[in-house]
């Protein structure tokens, strides 16, 4: 009679003994746990809670022998085969790791952590459809969970599936409106899928309370999807707001000065060359802008001096000599023109632009 009233007793203090453990009142914890296990050595539940309490104070051993003791107790326990999983996951064992989780998942199926863990196993042996097939099956079942559609939004996006990773981050959504790391990747799909609108919404969207490093990267990927949407002149006040914290960066100068360039501001995409080039002497990219917005200032001779300057450079040279021919025929002197067009063919004779010289007119290389 004794013992049943101690075993009962014991069983009793489980809840606060839980309630310890997810306090971090680790000492506490540990103490009512012993006299759980002294009372009743077999009871499955406390040698969960001493295992979990293990492992968080880094002893995977011992953790190890009290998840498998509560098994032998209670073979149908899914905490302790996901516990074990957990265990054997940490230790790469990925194959073992999935099977343990499978079970606590066979046991528990509408538990979200053995499903998240059972596929994320399945990833790492490279099984991503059979992870597919299980978070869909989930899915089925618990249409109404944020963090299932987020973990499957996330796998398909993986698995190059980026429609319908949009079409889940955007549930999701309707599930916790407010979720700034599932705005960002639903932004990042749209700029996968080149939907520049949708993706420029879903920016300005975070840039609103957004700051530092985060609100930078914001700027810069909003200033991109405006250059890719052809709205040129969004794009320069974008990165006009970046150069303020980036005053120093060469790049944001000749971004902004390109963007510049495309909204048909010539002088402004200069004066972002020039800028640039004084924080970054010899800068090929810089010296190009300047050249083409020479060019449309038709300021051909001007224009000749700067491509001068790249004529050399692997990746820009054949894009120099193209310009200077396209200045040299400006100022009618033809022959220069060809000879020029003819460096540039010597440098990059499968070009698509330069095969199409006396048909481009007037437009820039990126038009």
């Known amino acids: 009679m004794h013992d049943r009233w101690e075993k009962t007793s014991a069983k009793a203090k489980i809840p ?5 453990l997810n306090n971090g009142r680790n000492k506490d914890a540990r103490k009512v746990l012993q006299k759980c296990l002294d009372a009743d050595s077999e009871m499955p539940e406390a040698h969960i809670l001493m295992g979990r309490l293990e492992v968080k104070e880094g002893r995977i051993a011992k953790a190890q022998g009290h998840f498998e003791t509560a098994l032998q107790s209670d073979d149908t326990s ?17 194959q073992n ?3 343990l989780y499978a079970k606590a998942y066979e046991i528990q199926p509408d538990e979200i952590k053995y499903i998240r863990s059972c596929a994320g196993m399945y990833v790492a042996l490279g099984e991503d459809d059979r992870a597919m ?22 796998l398909a996006q993986r698995m190059g599936d980026t429609i319908r990773a949009i079409d889940l981050y ?4 309707m599930i916790e409106p407010r979720d700034t790391d599932v705005i960002a990747a639903l932004g990042y799909c749209y700029i996968e899928e080149k939907e520049w609108q949708s993706a420029s919404q879903i920016f300005e969207q975070l840039l609103d309370d957004s700051n530092g490093a985060s609100r930078q990267a914001y700027l810069n990927l909003l200033a991109m999807c405006s250059v890719n949407s052809g709205n040129y002149g969004k794009a320069v006040k974008y990165y006009d707001e970046l150069s303020v914290e980036r005053r120093d960066d060469p790049v944001v100068w000749l971004k902004m000065g390109q963007a510049a360039l495309g ?9 972002c060359a020039d800028r640039a080039l004084r924080m970054k002497p010899g800068y090929a990219e810089a010296y190009a802008l300047k050249g083409c917005a020479l060019y449309v200032k038709k300021r051909y001779e001007e224009s000749i001096r700067v491509f001068k300057n790249i004529r050399r450079d692997k990746s820009l040279g054949a894009l120099a000599w193209m310009m200077t021919g396209r200045c040299y025929e400006k100022l009618s002197i033809f022959e220069k023109a060809e000879k020029a067009y003819d460096m540039a063919r010597e440098l ?11 048909d481009s007119g007037d437009s820039l290389p990126w038009q």
């Open 16 to 20: 606060l003994g839980r309630e310890f």
């Open 78 to 94: 899914d905490e302790a085969y996901y516990w074990l999983g957990v265990i054997t996951e940490r230790q790469e064992e990925y």
């Open 97 to 99: 790791a999935a099977d």
């Open 133 to 154: 097939e299980l978070l869909t099956s989930a899915n089925s079942r618990l249409a109404s969970s944020f963090e299932l559609k987020v973990v499957t939004a996330d």
């Open 170 to 173: 955007r549930e999701a959504l």
């Open 263 to 271: 909204a048909k501001a010539a002088n402004r995409a200069i004066e």
């Open 348 to 358: 990059n004779p499968d070009s698509k632009l330069l095969s199409s010289i006396g």
